[in-house]
């Protein structure tokens, strides 16, 4: 079992930025690839950002060149750096892990919210 805690979210102008973190624990040596999805007000939740334990990264093109996805190992923490935000990032994100036995565990959520 993995748990995962996310913090990091809140209310934003156009432009700023904001920085989400989560922290795994548990059977946490299983953990492969980190990730953050979000599901837009509506919509289905989708992946934005994903890491591999050894710093392979992958984007959504709708975050590609303003959002930064990192990870401490040592610390069980995946990040996501998120620079110039838009109103069209409003969602709530989720963290997940997948483990090397292909089982995912999912964070509660935290909301972002970009609005003048």
């Known amino acids: 079992q993995v748990q995962l805690v996310e913090s990091g979210g809140g209310l934003v102008q156009p432009g700023e930025s904001l920085r989400l973190s989560c922290t795994a624990s548990?059977?946490?040596?299983?953990?492969?690839?980190m990730a953050w999805h979000r599901q837009l007000p509506g919509k289905q939740r989708e992946l934005a950002a994903a890491?591999?334990?050894?710093?392979?990264?992958n984007y959504a093109d709708s975050v590609k060149d303003r959002f930064t996805i990192s990870r401490d190992n040592a610390k069980n923490t995946v990040y996501l750096q998120m620079n110039s935000l838009k109103p069209e990032d409003t969602a709530v994100y989720y963290c997940?892990?997948?483990?090397?036995?292909?089982?995912?565990?999912w964070g509660q959520g935290t909301q972002v919210a970009v609005s003048s």
């Open positions: 890491i591999t334990r050894g710093g392979t990264t």
């Open positions: 548990g059977n946490i040596f299983s953990v492969s690839t």
């Open positions: 997940r892990v997948t483990t090397r036995a292909g089982i995912d565990y």
